[in-house]
């Protein structure tokens, strides 16, 4: 028995008419948001299916979980200055990091941000122990799972409806972390919205377009063909029905998908027509910009670090992609990252019997390469700001992770302190020559402890 069946089993309150919420059972899809919206239903899995399966909202949701690796998930809490400061030995740093035996954090927020984005919804259910603390952490589908509340009742939410094996469960409240992609008004609130709502038809055209470029490569890497008897004296020759459906069975088999390329060579004149026009023609090209982009603004990433085609020719250099990477960072992960952590920071803390107003759960983005430039340029301004050296040696030393120094708590004034890149001795070594040239403020040296 897996997890999901164990948790419908350990659930003794069975769901009961009377519950608001239209009940859904099957994985989310194109076909869920087209009625919603009035949009034309199409078939499932033969036109749109599962969105997943496409290849621009694929890409977005991949791009994203690899991106976000970067993030380091902690805990904080407000020091006497009142700044944020990491508690790595606060007691929910295990459960966040570790949620469970068989899922990294890594791959439980991957599953998280998935559905969050492709639903609009993402759930979390706490396992508890005997004693009622906190001890796991567990997906659940958001396909599996929605809002229940009483027609009429006091409740906003009375309990989380869950479906597995045929059977319908209720999970308390308490029991689920819900997180919603802002909220959606035909729930009235009660659940988020995918991101991917609005441009359903632009998903349906990317993939109609692939199945038109697929076709005419599995035929001949063209339009239909036009055959007919030609004429060689002064009748005008004729194919019979069964010879007609003869030929063309012949034709197809013989010169379209493996056969492209062959010889043609029949045993009476014939008259090879195409219509009047060519894949070029077609501009395939320029049809599959336009979902590119839209679906692409939708997610809040830049085409380019997607790799697609319209974004490489409009970022064309490597500071217009690192500055598109920012981009996405600012648009996309960040604030995604930071909803998340909205949730946790309710829904685990507050477990842990914390002052959500002194503590909470945030995503660290400070080993994130493409936002290092940001910390230079902080350092520039408060360096123009205070008119020179700002730091001591062992606060500087602090920022990069050396230990203090003896002495090392002295400001040490200087004519121009600029972040350049590179370090100096925090001793206060006599400066090189040709560093005093080219990094004037900044003492070479070691930083070695």
């Excluded at 902690?74 to 929910?92: I, L, M, R, S, Y």
């Excluded at 809002?147 to 989380?160: D, L």
């Excluded at 830049?302 to 250099?317: A, E």
């Excluded at 998340?340 to 685990?348: D, H, K, P």
Aim: glycine fraction near 10%.
């Amino acid at each position: 028995m897996n997890f999901l069946a164990r948790i419908g089993r350990a659930l003794t309150r069975p769901i009961f008419s009377g519950y608001g919420g239209s009940s859904g059972n099957g994985q989310w899809n194109a076909n869920t948001v087209a009625g919603l919206l009035g949009l034309p239903v199409v078939d499932a899995e033969g036109d749109v299916g599962e969105l997943w399966k496409s290849s621009i909202p694929l890409s977005c949701l991949k791009w994203e979980q690899r991106a976000s690796i970067e993030l380091n998930i902690v805990v904080q809490t407000n020091d006497e200055n009142g700044d944020w400061v990491n508690a790595p030995k606060h007691k929910a740093l295990n459960l966040l990091r570790n949620p469970n035996r068989f899922h990294s954090a890594a791959q439980l927020f991957d599953c998280i941000r998935w559905d969050y984005h492709l639903d609009g919804n993402a759930y979390l259910y706490k396992v508890r122990s005997a004693s009622g603390r906190v001890i796991e952490l567990w997906w659940i589908p958001s396909w599996m799972i929605d809002p229940r509340w009483e027609e009429g009742g006091s409740e906003f939410i009375s309990c989380y409806e869950y479906r597995v094996n045929g059977q319908v469960f209720a999970i308390p409240v308490d029991d689920i972390i819900h997180f919603r992609n802002g909220l959606d008004p035909r729930w009235q609130g009660r659940k988020g919205l995918s991101e991917f709502a609005g441009v359903l038809r632009e998903v349906m055209s990317d993939d109609e377009a692939a199945v038109m470029v697929a076709s005419l490569m599995k035929n001949m890497g063209m339009p239909g063909v036009i055959i007919s008897p030609e004429s060689s004296g002064p009748s005008q020759p004729s194919f019979s029905k069964k010879e007609r459906a003869d030929f063309r069975e012949h034709y197809e088999e013989s010169f379209t998908g493996e056969g492209r390329g062959r010889a043609f060579i029949h045993n009476i004149p014939v008259k090879i027509q195409f219509p009047g026009y060519n894949p070029q023609q077609l501009v395939l090209d320029k049809v599959r910009a336009i979902p590119e982009q839209r679906i692409g603004g939708a997610f809040g990433l830049p085409l380019s670090v997607l790799q697609l085609g319209s974004g490489l020719t409009n970022s064309n250099s490597r500071a217009n992609k690192s500055d598109d990477r920012k981009q996405a960072y600012e648009s996309c992960i960040i604030p995604t990252s930071m909803s998340l952590a909205q949730e946790l920071t309710r829904g685990i803390l507050l477990e842990f019997g914390c002052d959500i107003t002194q503590c909470r759960v945030w995503f660290d983005t400070s080993e994130v390469g493409c936002l290092q430039n940001d910390k230079v340029e902080l350092w520039k301004a408060l360096v123009a700001a205070s008119g020179g050296c700002f730091l001591t040696p062992n606060e500087a030393r602090k920022e990069v992770g050396k230990k203090p120094i003896a002495g090392g708590d002295d400001l040490r004034a200087s004519s121009k302190v600029e972040p350049t890149g590179q370090i100096g001795d925090a001793n206060g070594g006599e400066k090189d020559s040709e560093t005093q040239t080219k990094n004037p403020g900044v003492v070479s040296g070691s930083l070695e402890d």
